[in-house]
């Protein structure tokens, strides 16, 4: 990927990060016709749209799947192992789901369904948002 592919990817989901730094989860959502969207894009994907802003939500969801993963794929996951994987979906952000990692939970008794908070947190200086269950 080019140096221009690349920035205009990160620009896209720079509002994301941006609200992480303050401790607050969003997604981009169309002033339009009001619905929200995941994957940033710079057009509504629901009614084609340019007046797209990101929203802040309350950043609590649900767990719609999930699973442990046992082995590292990457190596500086090794000493993460077991971790979980999910995907959390948003009542006050419909339609958004948000592929995420769970943590400071018990991994044993994880359903779906389950209610989850956003966890916040920074990684080589950048904004990670992870979730815990409820």
Not at 83 to 90: C, H, P, Q, R, S
């Amino acid at each position: 990927m080019s140096d221009v592919a690349t920035n205009d990817v990160l620009a896209e989901f720079s509002g994301f990060f941006e609200n992480a730094e303050r401790g607050c989860l969003a997604f981009p959502c169309c002033r339009s016709c009001g619905k929200f969207h995941w994957y940033p894009m710079p057009r509504c994907p629901h009614c084609r749209s340019k007046d797209v802003a990101w929203r802040a939500v309350s950043g609590r969801g649900t767990l719609f799947s999930f699973t442990r993963v046992m082995h590292a794929f990457d190596k500086s996951r090794a000493g993460a192992l077991p971790y979980v994987v999910a995907l959390v979906e948003f009542a006050d952000a419909p339609g958004v789901r948000l592929v995420t990692n769970i943590v400071d939970s018990q991994q044993e008794g994880l359903r779906i369904g389950q209610p989850v908070e956003p966890v916040f947190r920074l990684a080589d200086g950048r904004p990670i948002v992870e979730f815990r269950t409820v």
